[in-house]
């Protein structure tokens, strides 16, 4: 158990729709990255918060945004989904991004299935 | 952040030592070598990292050469739980880095019994 949370665990839905992924940092972690996987890509980057406020993007769709509240924890929203968006989306988290010896810390994801 | 190179897939007997190698070429002084795995669609899990001395934790061992151009994973007695996808990452490290991991296909180990 690597002390990050995902929810929900799995996602079933149509296309068109909107859905919200939430993550809970681990204890004392400050950076929340969202990473997706599907089985033609592999594991890319989305997006990084650090402290509230958004550190980086990477291939991170339009239709998709992200948030991390006060409280630490991120939301991520996926809208106008496609079936293409079907995929497992991670949650990974960080004391202090970029420091030496700081690894980050990856939830158990989220399975979308867009139909 | 340098690009790596591994091989797609690899067996290892059961109890015996698995050496996973990764080339990084282009290397870059301030840029550090990170194993991560990923057992069957769970979430990426730190094995280890380095800069350029050899590193030792409860996990593996990371071995760097001294040009620093590549480097290789030993886990020490491979249990069948080791079965997973090994990614090896290079990133730089420091307050302007974002820390974000560029994952690449990474090797697929086989720990057979």
């Known amino acids: 158990d690597s002390g990050v949370t995902q929810t929900p665990k799995h996602l079933i839905t149509a296309t068109g729709q909107r859905v919200t992924l939430r993550c809970s940092p681990r204890s004392g972690d400050l950076s929340v990255y969202w990473y997706q996987q599907s089985l033609d890509q592999g594991l890319q980057f989305l997006i990084q918060y650090y402290n509230g406020e958004e550190r980086a993007k990477g291939n991170i769709l339009e239709r998709f945004s992200a948030q991390q509240f006060p409280d630490l924890h991120s939301e991520l929203n996926l809208s106008s989904l496609e079936l293409g968006d079907s995929a497992l989306y991670f949650c990974?988290?960080?004391?202090?991004?970029?420091?030496?010896?700081?690894?980050?810390?990856f939830g158990p994801g989220t399975r979308l299935t867009v139909l | 952040d340098a690009k790596t190179t591994q091989p797609p897939s690899m067996d290892c007997a059961e109890g015996r030592a698995a050496n996973l190698p990764c080339n990084h070429s282009t290397i870059s002084g301030n840029e550090y070598v990170y194993w991560y795995r990923q057992i069957h669609s769970q979430g990426p899990q730190y094995i280890i990292h380095?800069?350029?001395n050899n590193e030792t934790n409860e996990m593996a061992s990371l071995i760097i050469t001294e040009d620093r151009k590549s480097s290789t994973l030993i886990l020490p007695h491979a249990t069948l739980r080791d079965t997973a996808v090994y990614y090896c990452?290079?990133?730089?490290?420091?307050?302007?880095?974002?820390?974000?991991?560029?994952f690449g296909q990474g090797t697929t180990l086989q720990v057979k019994p």
């Open positions: 380095g800069l350029k």
């Open positions: 990452i290079v990133r730089v490290l420091g307050s302007s880095n974002t820390g974000k991991l560029i």
């Open positions: 990974a988290s960080s004391v202090i991004p970029g420091q030496g010896g700081n690894e980050q810390f």
